[in-house]
């Protein structure tokens, strides 16, 4: 199974920007479609954006569409996240997982491979 493993989290101040990065430990990562999602203290996981495996078609939350950006390189195996114009509420820990349900999904219930989780933190 494939391993994924994010970095790039970290403090950053409101309207601030940070990159994650999704690493997969795999090359037939490259097949597969990822998403990314984020959990608060508190609330449940909630999808953020995903990313097709041609990369061709992105899917975004209603709450970061236009201020984040997902992206792949699969010669590197690794999916982006690029966060724009941070808001205190996009505080959380930010995960990457690989799609195994339906095209389009954007509950947690259709992605496994987890990775750990990178902490976001959006000082206001």
């Known amino acids: 199974q494939v391993q994924l493993v994010e970095s790039g989290g970290g403090l950053a101040q409101t309207g601030g920007s940070l990159r994650l990065s999704c690493a997969a430990s795999?090359?037939?990562?490259?097949?597969?479609?990822v998403g990314w999602f984020r959990q608060a203290p508190g609330k449940e996981r909630e999808f953020v954006a995903a990313i097709r495996w041609s990369g061709d078609s992105t899917t975004y939350a209603e709450s970061v569409k236009g201020r984040f950006t997902i992206s792949r390189d699969n010669a590197e195996n690794t999916v982006y996240l690029i966060m724009n114009s941070l808001q205190p509420e996009d505080t959380a820990v930010y995960y990457c997982?690989?799609?195994?349900?339906?095209?389009?999904?954007?509950?947690?219930?259709?992605?496994?491979?987890w990775g750990q989780g990178t902490q976001v933190t959006v000082s206001s």
């Open positions: 795999r090359r037939s990562f490259s097949s597969y479609e």
């Open positions: 997982a690989r799609r195994f349900g339906p095209a389009g999904s954007t509950s947690p219930r259709w992605y496994d491979s």
